[in-house]
């Protein structure tokens, strides 16, 4: 798994590639860590290039949203491959922050 940081002003765009496991999930928490929190107001996670996404990957996105939710802050999750998009309808998480399928 790979995962690509950048920062204009107060956004935060992370890029994800290949498949969110338990492992991929603790470096999702490492990324999620090193981010300046308290100064932004919207983090993109941009999904187009993973393949899964496990529980624990899920339960880490969810933990980002918690965060930036008590400072004010805003999370989307773009580009989602279609059986992900699914599975996050299920979960209701469309209902929680901005999502996007993939075109």
């Known amino acids: 798994m790979q995962i690509e940081t950048s920062q204009q002003a107060d956004k935060v765009r992370i890029s994800i590639q290949g498949t969110v496991n338990e492992k991929g999930a603790e470096e999702l928490k490492s990324c999620f860590k090193q981010l300046p929190l308290a100064t932004l ?52 998480l469309d209902t929680l922050f901005t999502m996007t399928r993939q075109p």
Do not use: M, W
């Not at 996670?45 to 930036?68: E, N, P, W």
């Open 41 to 92: 107001k919207e983090v993109e996670i941009d999904c187009g290039r993973v393949q899964h996404i496990g529980s624990s990957g899920i339960g880490k996105i969810l933990l980002l949203y918690k965060a930036l939710t008590s400072q004010g802050a805003k999370l989307a999750v773009v580009n989602l491959p279609g059986p992900i998009h699914e599975l996050f309808c299920e979960l209701k």
